[in-house]
Each structure stands twice: as C-alpha cells, then as structure tokens.
C-alpha cells in the first residue's frame, strides 16, 4: 500500500491546515489509519487516528478540541484538520496505515508509513 500525504505548509499561529493522505494499491483492507508527527529533537508521537473506518477515534491530549480526523473510506482517503495552530504543532506529519495485505497465499500484516509532510506554524 502506498501513502502520499498533502496539504501541509506554513500557517500562522491560531490558524488552520487540512491534511490528506491518499491510499492506494490493490489487495488490501485497512482498519485502522493515523496521524503520527515527529518534532525537532523530539520522538515521534500519535497526533490522531481513526478505527474500524471512522467508528473510533482517538487523539493526543494536546490536540484534543483543536484537530478532527476524518475518513473517506469509499476513496481510502484520511484527513486531519487542524485548527487554532500553535507553534508546538510544528512537525513532520506521517500518514500510517494498518491492516492486511491479500497479495500473496495467505493474508499478511500491513502496515505502512507516508512520506510525511511539513507544518510549521509560526507566532
């Protein structure tokens, strides 16, 4: 499976992005999608994701209230909005995608990662 991720860039603090991440590939399922981000000199850490194509979600304690993730599963497509930026949110922001993997005899763990995208947010 494949993942490209979009929609990152420059933002002023107290001001919105919307990310995407487009799936694409053949033989697959994927039940869980997330939004993971990676700080300078930080660990990376789960910003938000989504289960069971959008029944749960779960997300960081310091984007709660602020990012939304959402799930286009007709499309294999997830998105993350995020609102009232603070300059903490700067990161590259991966796309992940969990599930299984029907390419060869008998169905196989996935899990695959984006490229990532960039969001800076300045003060």
């Known amino acids: 499976v494949q993942l490209v991720e979009s929609g990152g860039g420059l933002a002023q603090a107290g001001g919105s992005l919307r990310l995407s991440c487009a799936a694409s590939?053949?033989?697959?399922?994927?039940?869980?999608m997330g939004w993971y981000r990676r700080a300078p000199g930080k660990q990376r850490e789960l910003v938000a994701k989504?289960?069971?194509?959008?029944?749960?979600?779960d997300y960081a304690d310091s984007v709660k209230g602020r990012f939304t993730i959402s799930r286009d599963n007709t499309k294999n497509t997830m998105f993350l909005q995020m609102n009232s930026l603070k300059p903490e949110d700067t990161a590259v922001y991966y796309c992940?995608?969990?599930?299984?993997?029907?390419?060869?005899?008998?169905?196989?763990?996935?899990?695959?990662w984006g490229q990532g995208t960039q969001v800076t947010v300045s003060s």
């Open positions: 992940n995608a969990r599930g299984l993997s029907y390419e060869g005899i008998f169905p196989k763990s996935l899990d695959s």
């Open positions: 590939g053949s033989k697959f399922s994927i039940n869980e």
């Open positions: 989504i289960i069971n194509g959008g029944g749960d979600t």
